[in-house]
Nanobody
Framework: QVQLDESGGGLVQAGGSLRLSCVASGRTFSRNAMGWFRQAAGKEREFVAAISWSGASTSYADSVKGRFTVSRDNAKNTVSLQMNSLKPEDTAVYYC?????????????????WGQGTQVTVSQ
């Protein structure tokens, strides 16, 4: 059974940092691009960041460029999202996802596997 487990969410003040992690089990994703999406209350799930299978190529939503960094450790089947300079508008449930593609993808429909999500709340 393939499973993606996110962790690292929580409550943080504006300007603070959090690091999200996603561990994959049930199969290896070392040849697959991975992504992070988020969904705020009452809004559609949106793309945040993605990373290629090797880690050499990344893609970010304009709203997080320069503040968030996606990385991966294929030996540990793990992908991470370092979030700095957090803003209240970053408040959302953050989801880890895996695609069958090898390069970063930004569309939800291109991802086959999803985690359950982890809540990130940024206070004023």
């Amino acid at each position: 059974q393939v499973q993606l487990d996110e962790s690292g969410g929580g409550l943080v003040q504006a300007g603070g940092s959090l690091r999200l992690s996603c561990v994959a089990s049930g199969r290896t994703f070392s040849r697959n691009a991975m992504g992070w999406f988020r969904q705020a209350a009452g809004k559609e799930r949106e793309f945040v960041a993605a990373i290629s299978w090797s880690g050499a190529s990344t893609s970010y939503a304009d709203s997080v460029k320069g503040r968030f960094t996606v990385s991966r450790d294929n030996a540990k089947n793990t992908v991470s999202l370092q979030m700095n300079s957090l803003k209240p508008e970053d408040t959302a449930v953050y989801y880890c996802a895996a695609t069958s593609r090898s390069l970063p993808r930004t569309e939800r429909y291109e991802y086959n596997y999803w985690g359950q999500g982890t809540q990130v709340t940024v206070s004023q």
